[in-house]
Every structure is written in structure tokens, then in C-alpha cells.
Nanobody, 125 residues
């Protein structure tokens, strides 16, 4: 059974930074594309960033480009989302996801098979 556990969320002032981690257990992630999504209250879950199985390709939502970085350490079975220059509109629950079918990253939540429970990010103005 594959389990994903996010950590690193919290409350930060606008302009600050957070680093989210997603630790995966149950299966090596080395052949999985991984993604980060977020969901604000009353809104749909939206794509934030994705990374190919090798880490050689990354993808970002327009809202994240230039501010967020996604990376992975397959040896540690962990994926990271570095978030800089945070804005109040980044406030959401952030979810990590794994895809067993994708090689590159995917931007649709329906392309992912396993999800974590989420970590709350709150950005104050």
C-alpha cells in the first residue's frame, strides 16, 4: 500500500517562504511522476507543480512559475515543494500526489493515483 505524508505547512507572512515535503512509503517513487495540488475553501483542487520520474522535467501552474520549485530525492522517497515570495492567495491545503501511469508530469488531478492527506498553508497579508 502506497502512503504519502505531507509536512512543512504552516502560517507565514506574505513574502515569506515554506518548504513542503512529501514522504512516500510502500513503494519506490523512482518510476512515478509526482505532483503538488492545492485546494482553497470553496474551490476546486488545482494543479501547482509536477515533476517527471527522473526529475529532469518540471511543470508549474502560471501562479507558481518563478516562485515555486519542485524537486525529488528518489533515494529518500521524498518530493519537495519550495515556495518563495508567498502571497495570501497561496493559502490552501496542499496535497502531494503520485501517478503510476505518467512518465512526465501531469496537470490533471485525474492522472494521479495516490494522494496524501494534505498540509495547510496560510499566508497572512
Amino acid at each position: 500500500q502506497v502512503q504519502l505524508v505531507e509536512s512543512g505547512g504552516g502560517l507565514v507572512q506574505a513574502g515569506g517562504s515554506l518548504r513542503l515535503s512529501c514522504a512516500v512509503s510502500g513503494r519506490p517513487i523512482s518510476s512515478y511522476a509526482m505532483g503538488w495540488f492545492r485546494q482553497a475553501p470553496g474551490q476546486e483542487r488545482e494543479f501547482v507543480a509536477a515533476i517527471s520520474w527522473s526529475g529532469g522535467n518540471t511543470y508549474f501552474a502560471d501562479s507558481a512559475k518563478g516562485r515555486f520549485t519542485i524537486s525529488r530525492d528518489n533515494a529518500k522517497n521524498t518530493v519537495y515543494l519550495q515556495m518563495n515570495s508567498l502571497k495570501p492567495e497561496d493559502t490552501a491545503v496542499y496535497y502531494c500526489a503520485a501517478s503510476t501511469s505518467l512518465v512526465a508530469g501531469g496537470i490533471s488531478r485525474y492522472q494521479y493515483d495516490y494522494w496524501g492527506q494534505g498540509t495547510q498553508v496560510a499566508v497572512s497579508s
